[in-house]
T-cell receptor
C-alpha cells in the first residue's frame, strides 16, 4: 500500500511563533492532499487541502505548500496559539482512496 | 447542523464476542469509511462503502464486516473479537472523490 511519512514525530514551539510541519508522500501520481488536525480524544478535523495542480494554498493562519518534484508537503501555521496543540497528519489521495501519515504532535509552549 | 456520530464512545468486550459499532451521518454522503487508529500506524482502512448495498474491503478487513442498508448508517461488526482488535475506531464520510473526509469522534474498543 501507499505510505505517507512525517519527518518529525514531535514539535514544540513558543506561542506566537510560526510552526512548520512536514510530510513526505510516496506516490507521484497522488493528486489531492489534505492536512488534518486531531486533538486528544477527538476525531481528525479537516484543516486545508491542496490539489496537485497547485503548489501553494492559504487559509486562515495556515498555508500548505506542495513540492511535487521531491514529493513533499508542508503545513505552516502562523502565530501559533495554545489551541493549535494537537497531532497533525497529512493524507494523500491515490486512486479512489486516501492514505494517512502517522502524525506529528505539536506542543505550543505558553 | 449535519453531523456524523459514533456509538458507543467506549466499549469493553471479551474475546470471542460479537461487537457492533454504530456510525450515523446526516450529511447525505454516499461515501462512508471505517478506520482503525493505532500508535505508530496512523489510520488504516477497514471497510468502505460508496452507496446503499455497496461494501468493499480495505487494508485491514480480516475479522470485520459492514453492511449498508441506507445512506445514513454503516455499522461495523467484529465477528469474534480478538485482543489485536483493541484500538480506536473512526467512521468517516465524504461527498465523493476529491473531497475531504468528515470524521466521527471515535469509539475506543478494548478487548479483554
Amino acid at each position: 500500500g501507499e505510505s505517507v511519512g512525517l519527518h518529525l514525530p514531535t514539535l514544540s514551539v513558543q506561542e506566537g511563533d510560526n510552526s512548520i510541519i512536514n510530510c513526505a508522500y510516496s506516490n507521484s501520481a497522488s493528486d489531492y492532499f489534505i492536512w488534518y488536525k486531531q486533538e486528544s480524544g477527538k476525531g481528525p478535523q479537516f484543516i486545508i487541502d491542496i490539489r496537485s495542480n497547485m503548489d501553494k494554498r492559504q487559509g486562515q493562519r495556515v498555508t500548505v505548500l506542495l513540492n511535487k518534484t521531491v514529493k513533499h508537503l508542508s503545513l505552516q501555521i502562523a502565530a501559533t496559539q495554545p489551541g493549535d496543540s494537537a497531532v497533525y497528519f497529512c493524507a494523500e489521495q491515490f486512486g479512489n482512496q486516501f492514505y494517512f501519515g502517522t502524525g506529528t504532535s505539536l506542543t505550543v509552549i505558553p | 447542523d449535519a453531523e456524523i456520530t459514533q456509538s458507543p464512545r467506549h466499549k469493553i468486550t471479551e474475546t470471542g464476542r460479537q461487537v457492533t459499532l454504530a456510525c450515523h451521518q446526516t450529511w447525505n454522503h454516499n461515501n462512508m469509511f471505517w478506520y482503525r487508529q493505532d500508535l505508530g500506524h496512523g489510520l488504516r482502512l477497514i471497510h468502505y462503502s460508496y452507496g446503499v448495498q455497496d461494501t468493499n474491503k480495505g487494508e485491514v478487513s480480516d475479522g470485520y464486516s459492514v453492511s449498508r442498508s441506507n445512506t445514513e448508517d454503516l455499522p461495523l461488526t467484529l465477528e469474534s473479537a480478538a485482543s489485536s482488535q483493541t484500538s480506536v475506531y473512526f467512521c468517516a464520510s465524504s461527498e465523493g472523490l476529491n473531497y475531504g473526509y468528515t470524521f466521527g469522534s471515535g469509539t475506543r474498543l478494548t478487548v479483554v
